[in-house]
């Protein structure tokens, strides 16, 4: 099936747009996000490595202020140290980061097709 709007192939205005949203992010939001992978050694006195990291996409099921629980929608390798494996998160699996752990991965959230809609979901007003 072909769009009226396609050129060179590509549909136009068929891309995602992500724009910055730091700690501005509600529930059924999708959102993606680096985060740091680190290695726990197997004594007790050993240190844990940066292993690498990786880019996290994921909707936003409950948020409960410090932790978040979040759907997983997919995973990327950003970086790995040599010698090390970084461990991908399987699509579908729920999963809980605290609120700084997503701050500190620079969040972007996925534009809605109706912002109007999410800003009254948003405001503190209503809520």
Not at 101 to 121: F, N
Request: glycine share 10%; aromatic share 6%; charged share 35%.
């Amino acid at each position: 099936m072909r769009f009226s709007s396609e050129k060179n192939g590509r549909a136009e205005g068929m891309a995602a747009e992500w724009i910055s949203c730091g700690s501005g992010f509600i529930e059924a939001d999708v959102i993606r996000w680096n985060e740091s992978v680190w290695h726990k050694p197997r004594g007790r006195r050993g240190r844990t490595l940066n292993i690498g990291d990786r880019a996290v996409i994921a909707e936003v099921i409950r948020d409960g202020g410090e932790w978040i629980d979040v759907l997983i929608r997919g995973c990327t390798v950003v970086s790995e140290k040599p010698g090390r494996k970084v461990a991908l998160l399987p699509k579908g699996q729920e999963a809980r980061r605290k609120r700084r752990t997503i701050e500190r991965g620079k969040p972007e959230r996925l534009l809605w097709s109706d912002e109007s809609a999410r800003a009254i979901l948003a405001s503190k007003f209503l809520s």
